[in-house]
């Protein structure tokens, strides 16, 4: 009883993951606070990789979904040909993520046990809700200068990358919300700013995903094993759903309710540990 107890635990973690990785509201940060709320009972360490490793499944729906405008080599009459605009692209995805890779090899495991906890989630929900509601004012005010990713220079690409170092640094910012916000400052559309924050994620999950495992070894329980996998499936096919969600939204909408939702979070956040821990 209890094993399926933890895998259904696990099977919520992945519906959870799979909803916040790619809405801007903080994939890690949810996760930590759902600890709180249903921790499950495995070893610290499994835990901490079990939180970016669950990941996994949420990249594999991009890699799925977008495979014909990542793909640098297209086939004709059997001979493979190269796509220089697709190689491009990849060039500034790697740029981009230069800051983040950087900090997770020399900085993460220092200032992670400081900042991962309630207060800095709470905190940078309700900081980044209302950073969301400015660049949405600002955005009404102007028309996007790109508005596709194939037209984002390589400037443009490392300075999303900073912004998306300030989401590996601090928890509750969200990945996905700080490379969106960073992308409609510099000028991407809506649209733009959240395909490239998708394409983004591919090496920067991937990378700390498989740093994580081997920090971690291959050594498994089998109850650690099967919280994994499910976790990564589920997770997987809830943001094949949820990514095509938000591309759809985001053409006719603003970010606006994802702000309130963030800001009205972070609040019940703080209340909740004020009054009850």
Same mark, same amino acid.
């Given at each position: 009883m209890e094993v399926i107890i933890e895998l259904l635990k696990a099977?919520?973690?992945g519906v959870v993951e799979g909803i916040t990785e790619w809405l801007p509201v903080s994939s890690t940060g949810h996760l930590i606070l759902l600890e709180e709320l249903l921790p499950m009972r495995v070893s610290e360490s499994f835990w901490e990789m079990f939180l970016v490793v669950v990941q996994f499944g949420a990249i594999?729906?991009?890699? *799925?979904?977008f495979?014909?405008? *990542?793909?640098?080599?297209?086939f004709k009459k059997g001979e493979p040909l190269l796509r220089r605009d697709i190689w491009s692209l990849w060039f500034k995805i790697l740029i981009a993520c230069v800051p983040a890779m950087v900090y997770a090899f020399v900085l993460d495991d220092l200032v992670e046990p400081y900042l991962y906890n309630y207060i800095t989630v709470a905190v940078m929900l309700i900081v980044v809700g209302i950073t969301f509601l400015f660049a949405e004012r600002v955005l009404v005010k102007r028309t996007p200068s790109v @508005?596709? @990713?194939a037209s984002i220079t390589y400037r443009i690409a490392f300075w999303i990358g900073m912004f998306q170092l300030i989401a590996a640094i601090l928890p509750g910012t969200s990945r996905s919300g700080a490379t969106i916000i960073? &992308?409609?400052?510099?000028?991407?559309?809506r649209t733009a700013a959240a395909e490239f924050t998708f394409f983004l994620a591919i090496p920067v999950m991937a990378g700390g995903s498989l740093l994580k495992l081997l920090k971690f070894g291959f050594s498994f329980t089998a109850l650690e094993a099967g919280i994994l996998l499910v976790g990564t499936v589920v997770s997987f096919v809830v943001s094949i759903v949820v990514i095509r969600f938000l591309l759809d939204y985001v053409r006719r909408r603003n970010?606006?309710?994802?702000a309130y939702y963030r800001i009205a979070l972070g609040i019940a956040?703080? &209340?909740y540990f004020l009054l009850f821990r």
């Open positions: 099977f919520f973690y594999l729906a991009v890699v *799925i979904l495979w014909n405008q *990542i793909f640098p080599f297209s @508005t596709d @990713t960073g &992308g409609l400052l510099l000028g991407l559309s970010f606006n309710v994802f956040v703080l &209340g």
